[in-house]
């Protein structure tokens, strides 16, 4: 009997236990993120040996006057750049930890397919994303948002960010391939790789726009052909 597929939603993919972290930078205002920012090039100023004495008295009393304002804000300074590290690497896990209650599980799971030069076993291969753009005109989501799909051979896409419905078995691979996408190179990292076993192609409002504005195109270009207009030598 035939397995049946999980519909998953994009949600569902990072690991749910990397998510919830405490971060005390999330809590800042952009002013006194700002300000944290400020007293580390003061600090970095001061530690160096440039500047005159003129510039370095002024330096310093900047720099005591940004941390009083910060203290009184409750905010400990030294406390939060000593947490830039645990913070850091807390982030790199929420955002490349895969759910492991779906590695080696059949999905189903829809996206917008980019389009990849295939395996060097001759497997067609795509990446598929939660959001139309990303990796061309937008950064690339986090690596827990994209995976490595090794296509069945039926189906390839048409062009960059077909929207499709996929099926197949998901495994935690995680990869890093550099690619040419519309911007240039870019470093395609997935946490998942998807083997299809089905896949259905979805037609969004956009598409049907890009396609009439398309096909008014062609019949301008074509009635411009026959009358002899500017664009007569296309």
Not at 38 to 67: C, H, M, N, P
Request: charged share 30%.
């Amino acid at each position: 009997m035939a397995t049946p597929e999980a519909a998953l939603d994009w949600a569902d993919l990072p690991d749910p236990s990397s998510q919830v972290f405490e971060d005390p930078y999330r809590d800042l205002s952009p002013e006194q993120f700002d300000d944290i920012l400020y007293v580390v090039r003061l600090r970095g100023r001061l530690q160096q040996d440039s500047g005159s004495e003129e510039e370095r008295q002024k330096w310093q009393a900047l720099l005591i006057e940004t941390e009083d304002a910060l203290a009184a804000e409750g905010i400990d300074v030294d406390w939060l750049l000593d947490q830039r590290e645990v913070v850091t690497e807390r982030r790199r896990k929420a955002g490349t930890d895969g759910n492991q209650q779906f590695d080696g599980q059949t999905i189903t799971l829809a996206g917008f397919a980019i389009p990849s030069p295939s395996d060097p076993d001759g497997r067609p291969v795509a990446y598929l994303v939660p959001e139309r753009g990303m990796c061309s005109h937008m950064p690339p989501p986090p690596p827990n948002q994209m995976i490595r799909v090794r296509l069945n051979g039926d189906w390839t896409p048409s062009y960059f960010h077909e929207p499709v419905r996929l099926t197949g078995k998901l495994t935690i691979d995680p990869s890093v391939h550099n690619m040419m996408v519309v911007d240039g190179l870019m470093p395609m990292n997935a946490t998942f790789q998807l083997e299809t076993e089905r896949v259905e192609t979805l037609e969004t409002e956009a598409d049907r726009l890009e396609w009439k504005q398309h096909a008014a195109d062609r019949i301008r270009a074509a009635g411009n052909r026959k009358t002899g207009g500017a664009k007569a030598s296309e």
